[in-house]
């Protein structure tokens, strides 16, 4: 599978993937450079208050932040040796939400049955697994920001879920509002592990989750197939947990388009 984590620096090329990438959507983000921030609905400084959205301009790519809880003391993310420290407040239920937009015109707005197959992967740090519930990474119906991810009409994620130490790597996911259908994957995440998690939905909305490159097998479970028609976009959705909040560092993030049959393109 070609991901941006397989490619030496400066040899990611539009002509090594095999499509314009700018065209097409890819990202590929390792938080090298702290970001240019800014509030979007108040114009000016990023603000602290719950629900307020963000903007967060990196070198090459931007992403929309909305503050989880009670509101934030510390506002944004900060860069450090470990990636982008999402972690804010380190108090219980407050959190925060990244995304690449939330419209279907955004960036990473995908279509089911239409576009496809798409994913997005997310390589997370939690200092404290135990301390998160929940921290994951899927897509979710291009609607409004919600304050909890049950309120969303649709959505499929992986990630912890829970406050078992070490603590559990749950598939969760809705359809249209039906109610969640939550699937143990078996396995676990210990306090300062590095997981890289994966959401991947097939030209047919089928969707599939794989940790740290091996794929979640679980039978029948796991099995979801998203509705035709609608449209999803990637997210990030965390939230403290009462046991032990710490640092939780996003290292890195990739979305777009799989590419088909490309990894021999990739120069050397």
């Not at 259908?181 to 991947?200: S, Y």
Request: glycine share 10%; with cysteine; net charge neutral.
């Amino acid at each position: 599978m070609l991901t941006g984590e397989n490619v030496k620096p400066g040899t990611l090329l539009n002509s090594s993937l095999g499509f314009d990438t700018i065209k097409n959507g890819h990202t590929y983000e390792k938080f090298k450079m702290p970001p240019l921030t800014a509030n979007i609905l108040a114009g000016g400084a990023a603000l602290g208050a719950t629900g307020d959205i963000n903007l967060l301009q990196f070198q090459h790519n931007t992403f929309q932040e909305h503050l989880k809880g009670a509101g934030q003391t510390i506002i944004t993310p900060v860069v450090s040796a470990y990636g982008l420290d999402i972690s804010h407040d380190l108090v219980s239920t407050e959190g925060s939400e990244l995304n690449q937009g939330i419209h279907s015109n955004a960036k990473h707005a995908y279509t089911i049955g239409t576009d496809g197959p798409f994913f997005v992967r997310a390589k997370i740090k939690p200092a404290d697994a135990s301390g998160c519930n929940p921290l994951v990474v899927g897509f979710r119906l291009a609607e409004a920001h919600q304050a909890a991810i049950a309120n969303y009409d649709t959505y499929a994620y992986l990630g912890i879920v829970g406050t078992s130490n070490p603590n559990l790597i749950k598939a969760v996911s809705e359809l249209a509002g039906a109610g969640a259908v939550t699937t143990d994957t078996l396995l676990t995440w210990a306090d300062a592990a590095v997981k890289d998690l994966r959401v991947e939905v097939s030209a047919k909305g089928v969707v599939t989750y794989s940790v740290n490159g091996l794929p979640c097998t679980i039978p029948n479970a796991l099995k979801l197939t998203l509705t035709s028609g609608i449209v999803v976009v990637p997210f990030l959705f965390f939230l403290h947990a009462a046991t032990s909040p710490g640092l939780i560092h996003l290292v890195e993030w990739e979305c777009g388009l799989v590419p088909q049959n490309r990894a021999k393109r990739i120069k050397a």
